[in-house]
Every structure is written in C-alpha cells, then in structure tokens.
C-alpha cells in the first residue's frame, strides 16, 4: 500500500504542472494586447499629427476623441498587466519561484506573489484601477440634464473613493 501511497503523491504533485496552461495563456494573452493597445497608441498618435491645423472647433472635437482614446489605452494596459500579474503569480504559486526575479536586485515587488491571497490583493488593486478609468471614460460623455443626473455622479465618486480608502486601509492592516 506504501506504494501505491507514493505513486498517488507523486502524481498528485506532477499534476502541478496543469497550471502552467493557465500561465502560457495568461502570458500570450498579455502580450497580445501590450501589442493591441501600442499599435492603438501609435494610431492616435498619427492622428494628432494634423491637431495643430485644425480650425477650433474641428480641434476641441479631436481633444475629447483623444482624451477618451488615452482612457481607453489606460485600461487596456492595465489589463494587459492583470494578466501578466496574474501569469506570475500562478507560476510562482504553483511551478517555482522566479529565479531570475529574486537575483534582480532592481527587480519590482509588485511581481513577487507568495500565496493566494497575495495574487488576489494584487489582482483586486489592479481590477479596482480599471473599474475606475472605466467610470472616468463613461463620465466623459455623461449629460447632466437634472440635478439627480448630478448627484448620482457625485455619488459614483464618493463610493470610487470609498473603494480607494477601503483598499488602502486594508493594505495598511497588514
């Protein structure tokens, strides 16, 4: 019985490495859209080539396409670091610690994940981010007809703060 108990472990143990599917497809989609969201980035910049002859009005209209474009970038690129986050942390949760990280004496802490609840933290603080450049890009195009319309975005940011304050205080627990 001894064995077989060992082969089981052994098996059990090697089944480890199915993690690493998660990990490559983290990593590739990560890097697919650092790729997506640069060749967006370097298109907008094209685009604002001409801002400087443009008439007014055709200018303040291409200010505001930018500015929504920008948020748009910002959120793109800070899912493209959720996955590559969420990549390291499966690996070194799972796999093995990155060598090459710990012997970097420049190397980011942000990327050193040691348990679940650390990759979850990371992950919530980066999600929280994008739900917060989300609101900011609809709130850009929000019309305020009534005073409710005013209160209910004054009260969307109260609670964006809220998150922001509850997020802090919890990393300050620690």
Do not use: Q
Not at 16 to 35: D, H
């Amino acid at each position: 019985m001894n064995k077989l108990e060992h082969l089981f472990e052994k098996f059990l143990w090697t089944s480890r490495l199915s993690v690493m599917t998660a990990v490559l497809a983290s990593l590739f989609s990560s890097i697919a859209m650092f790729y997506v969201i640069t060749v967006d980035t370097v298109s907008m910049i094209s685009h604002l080539l001409s801002y400087a002859s443009l008439d007014t009005p055709a200018r303040l209209a291409l200010r505001a396409e930018t500015i929504t474009h920008v948020v748009e970038l910002i959120d793109g690129y800070l899912l493209a670091t959720v996955l590559l986050i969420f990549s390291f942390g499966l690996y070194e949760l799972f796999i093995s610690k990155i060598e090459a990280a710990e012997a970097s004496s420049n190397s980011s802490s942000v990327l050193c994940i040691n348990s679940l609840d650390d990759l979850k933290a990371r992950l919530a603080k980066v999600v929280l981010m994008i739900l917060i450049v989300k609101f900011f890009e609809h709130a850009l195009s929000m019309t305020f007809s009534t005073p409710l319309d005013l209160l209910a975005f004054a009260g969307g940011i109260a609670l964006i703060g809220l998150a922001l304050y509850l997020s802090h205080a919890g990393e300050a627990k620690h």
